[in-house]
């Protein structure tokens, strides 16, 4: 999962760094997250790890750093059934 994530930031998130240089508890504000990029980088993880994040993740904090990121997945996936096209 977390390969995964780095690789989608590196898609997503038009950082200066690759986010394989990154701390896994970095800051990806300050390494040059936009809003706009991180509202790119949740549509890519939803469509990646088939999930939908809720209003209550929908926040700077749920896209702050690799290590949050995995969680909420973690949180996402632990407690709801995969999202399946209609």
Request: charge should be negative.
């Amino acid at each position: 999962m977390l390969e995964t994530v780095r690789r989608l930031i590196d898609e997503k998130a038009n950082l200066s760094l690759r986010a394989c240089d990154l701390a896994p508890d970095g800051d990806l504000y300050r390494a040059g997250l936009t809003p706009f990029a991180a509202i790119q980088l949740m549509l890519a993880i939803e469509k990646e790890f088939e999930v939908e994040f809720p209003r209550q993740m929908l926040n700077r904090q749920s896209m702050s750093s690799i290590s949050r990121i995995v969680f909420c997945i973690r949180e996402l996936q632990e407690g709801a059934a995969p999202l399946r096209a209609a």
